[in-house]
């Protein structure tokens, strides 16, 4: 075999790794979007928030300090501790828990019964609101994120690789991180599926996504649901954020990764979390190897860019309801 | 409170469970109900019948308390209830089906079932999250009641499907099993028999009477079919145009003629 039969699998990993990452963002909206009908904007800005609360707890940032430090004349920026990453994990988590709390009962609450583009358009709101309140929370400097999680190429797999491919092959270049966050990817799914599938609490979610009404009449409480629902939404935007953060820093352009869970979900559909998986896997997957075999070669590169969208849009032409999404048959 | 009395058929009707005392409900300037007062008895089944838009729907919301009256108290169990959301009221004890099917369409005939005892089921959200202690024998537990619910209703061969794909006959006997699970106090059936033919109507009626008669659950009925309301009903409560037109036994009813005019129309002249 050709040295470069080898490389196209390297990429196709690469591509299922980077997929996995697209696909914990896109898992986010699809969360809510099924127990709400919202599609909510802010997952991108979540993301971004809880990476900054981590790095912030993590380094001892004095929240506000800025602002502090302008009306009071004072010069504070950190307690002076360095908090270990895991109990920084925790205490974002409580944070985002709190925050879907906060969301619910002042937000949702008021919007109940509100056609879906009030609720989208007041999550647009919520967005821009979070990444203002993110940058005055903790500053708008890009941050270095590191929860302890190896990076750079795994060494070992490149040196047990290299004899594959004959004197031009140097074996599989893989990530280390990328590695890790397509495990973790895989045990957060899988823990999702089952508590939605064998507890009552799931299941109480699941009747909340089909119908208001009914839940209502066998005592779940819709608000209940939703802030459990934000929250769980709020603990994947976490991960995310530790998994994005760690690789490219955390900064601004961190809440824009939601645009690339956009036609992830076109793909998977907008309700299932199987879909979600499965259409990230294809996006990473396809963008590059099309970048791999067609675009380099014959279109001068730079098609990852595109790609994606490209293929949602042919989606919606032909498959509206995506790959797994609930296709609506109307009885008449 | 009055006395408990045995029916012919050998069903003990005791003291009152629920009063609804004055109710007006209005929705903007359109009055739904006016100024209506009624009982229910423990363990009766008392309907509720009334030409379309009476407001019989809108009796059973206040009940359930999807509609909260601008007037008027319920009496549930010897005590004021005040205004609370649905959810809480289904704790308390009532639960309901709807006239328009509301299912988890997505969800399989089990699971459907499984969201009645959701007022029974304890554990917290970490020991569910974990699938430690409690969660798993409380799931156990009340799996072993919902198939009762189901091996009662006849419906085994549907438990694993999806009920959206369930023709209309079964969906509505999946929503009674539902409200069935959560052991009701008080059980409220929104036209239960709309739409089915004969044969279903019958299976239906036997499945109401059996509730009934086997776990002595009080059960409020609303339905347009005359002949099966005299037929199951205790007593029944009339209503056209949001008002109480009359209120008795099944035969008591059938003689009023205000009822007899609601019904077949009185010549206007």
């Known amino acids: ?332 | 409170m009055q006395d408990s009395y045995v029916t012919a058929d050998g069903r003990t009707i005791g003291a009152t469970v629920m009063e609804m005392k004055n109710i007006t409900l209005r929705f903007g300037g359109v009055t739904a109900i006016k100024d209506i007062s009624f009982d229910i008895r423990e363990g009766e089944v008392r309907a509720i019948i009334g030409p379309n838009g009476a407001g019989k729907s809108s009796m059973l919301n206040v009940i359930n308390g999807f509609y909260h009256p601008q007037e008027g108290e319920v009496w549930f169990h010897g005590k004021r209830r005040h205004a609370m959301k649905p959810h809480q009221i289904a704790k308390q004890g009532i639960a309901r089906t709807f006239q328009n099917i509301a299912l988890f369409k997505g969800m399989s005939t089990l699971d459907n079932i499984m969201t009645g005892r959701l007022t029974h089921m304890k554990s917290g959200l970490f020991s569910q999250t974990m699938w430690w202690g409690g969660a798993q024998a409380e799931e156990v537990a009340n799996r072993e009641i919902v198939e009762k619910v189901i091996h009662f209703l006849e419906i085994q061969a549907i438990r694993k499907t999806p009920v959206g794909r369930l023709p209309y006959g079964f969906q509505k006997r999946v929503e009674l099993g539902r409200a069935l699970a959560a052991e009701p106090k008080l059980l409220l059936l929104d036209e239960p028999m709309a739409g089915m033919n004969v044969e279903e109507k019958e299976d239906m009626s036997r499945f109401i009477l059996d509730v009934n008669d086997e776990f002595g659950t009080t059960i409020v009925l609303i339905e347009h079919d005359m002949g099966v309301v005299m037929d199951i009903a205790d007593r029944v409560v009339v209503m056209d145009y949001g008002k109480k037109i009359g209120d008795g036994t099944p035969d008591e009813v059938r003689n009023n003629q205000d009822v007899i005019d609601a019904y077949l129309g009185v010549a206007h002249d």
């Open chain 1, 1 to 332: 075999m050709s040295a470069n039969f080898y490389y196209g699998i390297e990429v196709f990993l690469n591509g299922m790794m980077a997929g996995v990452l697209y696909s914990l963002v896109a898992l986010g909206f699809v969360l809510i979007f099924k127990a709400s009908g919202i599609f909510n904007y802010a997952q991108g800005v979540m993301a971004l928030f809880a990476a900054l609360t981590l790095v912030g707890f993590q380094n001892g940032q004095i929240p506000f300090s800025h602002l502090i430090n302008a009306v009071f004349g004072t010069n504070i920026h950190h307690f002076g501790w360095h908090m270990p990453a895991i109990l920084a994990i925790i205490f974002t988590l409580m944070v985002m828990i709190l925050f879907a709390y906060l969301v619910e009962k002042y937000v949702l609450k008021h919007l109940v019964n509100q056609e879906p583009i009030i609720l989208f358009m007041a999550t647009i709101g919520l967005a821009y609101f979070m990444e203002g309140f993110g940058d005055l929370m903790w500053g708008a400097d890009i941050k270095k994120l590191d929860v302890g999680i190896p990076q750079g190429g795994n060494v070992w797999l490149e040196e047990n690789t290299a004899f594959l491919g004959g004197p031009d092959f140097y074996g599989f270049y893989l990530d280390n991180l990328d590695m890790w966050a397509t495990v973790c990817a895989g045990l957060l799914v899988v823990s999702l599926v089952l508590f939605s599938q064998y507890t009552k609490t799931g299941r109480a979610l699941r009747a909340v996504a089909d119908d208001h009404q009914a839940a209502l009449s066998v005592g779940i409480s819709l608000r209940a649901i939703w802030v459990i629902v934000w929250s769980i939404a709020g603990f994947v935007a976490l991960v995310a954020g530790i998994m994005w953060g760690s690789k490219s820093g955390v900064q601004f352009s961190l809440s824009l990764i939601e645009l690339k869970a956009l036609p992830v979900l076109m793909l998977g559909g907008f309700t299932s979390i199987p879909g979600a998986i499965v259409g990230g896997l294809i996006i990473g997957v396809g963008e590059k190897m099309f970048e791999f075999l067609i675009g380099v070669p014959f279109l001068g590169g730079a098609t990852e860019n595109w790609f994606a969208y490209m293929l949602a849009l042919l989606f919606l032409v032909f498959r509206p309801q995506g790959l797994f999404g609930e296709k609506i048959i109307e009885r008449v």
